[in-house]
């Protein structure tokens, strides 16, 4: 006769959920995922100023996982890349069900534990990703175009498109904010960094924050558009919001500016590899 899970079984399960979340191995792989996002950013801001100066190109995380697999050694990369993502997933999953004890506040601590739920979300997407573009030796194309078409052919698709596209820009605007007033140094401890390090890790934050910030936003109008006309390919994923930018006035210049800026967040995710509290 099978038993069926008692409350005291939870509790154990959830204990060794963190434990294995909080272990030393888990923390230093995470550590790593973090660092690998910062590899993916360089890389997505660097093929942005190419398509900016008129180069081809796909300037999102499947261009970038395709750049690192078409090196020597690339796939060995991407696996490491995998492992890191994956710990990120697992430390972020469990972060947002007990973490974030360090915050007084009961409602920034719900607040944080919702965002670590999402970016949990993201490292899957991420983790996945890599680990496809691994075994093809080559990354996918049009995904983002196929994710919106899918979400259109849903009955009530349009107004779930334009949901999702409100939901994309309000996080767009959020990273804006958080740059604007710093927000991000909350989540680090920057005890043992020395007046130098703390400068370059707030600075880049920043810039970072609200040039990704920017991007995303321009992303969530892309699928708002998708929506009223009842095309996917509006809203390609983060490539055809970088290439909107490019359409507008100014637009060489714009893009610039935001590769240079999605370059910056790269450099702070190495810094925050090193400084963000994974406990």
């Known amino acids: 006769m099978v038993r069926t899970p008692d409350a005291a079984d939870v509790a154990r399960a959830g204990r060794g959920a963190r434990d294995v979340a909080h272990s030393t191995p888990v923390r230093l792989a995470a550590r790593v995922g973090i660092a690998a996002n910062g590899v993916l950013h360089l890389l997505i801001g660097w093929l942005a100023v190419q398509v900016a100066l008129g180069s081809g ?41 007990w973490g974030f004890g360090y915050l007084g506040d009961r409602k920034k601590q719900l607040a944080k534990r919702f965002v670590s739920a999402g970016l949990a979300v993201v490292y899957l997407v991420l ?28 009955p009530g ?20 904010w958080n740059g604007w007033t710093k927000r991000f140094l909350e989540d680090q401890d920057l005890a043992g960094a020395d007046t130098r390090a703390r400068r370059l890790n707030a600075r880049t934050g920043q810039v970072g924050f609200i040039a990704k910030g920017i991007a995303v936003g321009v992303l969530g109008i892309l699928l708002g558009v998708a929506a009223l006309t009842f095309d996917p390919q509006r809203a390609n994923g983060l490539d055809s919001a970088l290439k909107a930018l490019r359409e507008q006035p100014y637009g060489v210049f714009l893009l610039i500016a935001v590769g240079v800026g999605i370059a910056c967040y790269g450099v702070f995710c190495f810094l925050d590899a090193r400084y963000h509290r994974v406990t």
């Open 127 to 154: 983790a996945v990703a890599a680990a496809t573009t691994a075994i093809r030796g080559r990354a996918s194309s049009g995904s983002g175009g196929e994710a919106t078409a899918g979400l259109l052919g849903l």
């Open 57 to 97: 190109g796909q300037a999102d995380q499947n261009g970038a996982l395709g750049a690192i697999a078409a090196e020597p050694l690339g796939r060995a990369l991407l696996w490491v890349l995998v492992v890191g993502f994956a710990a990120v997933v697992l430390w972020r999953s469990v972060s947002a069900m």
């Open 157 to 176: 698709g349009q107004i779930i498109t334009a949901l999702v596209g409100v939901g994309v820009l309000v996080a767009g605007g959020v990273m804006v």
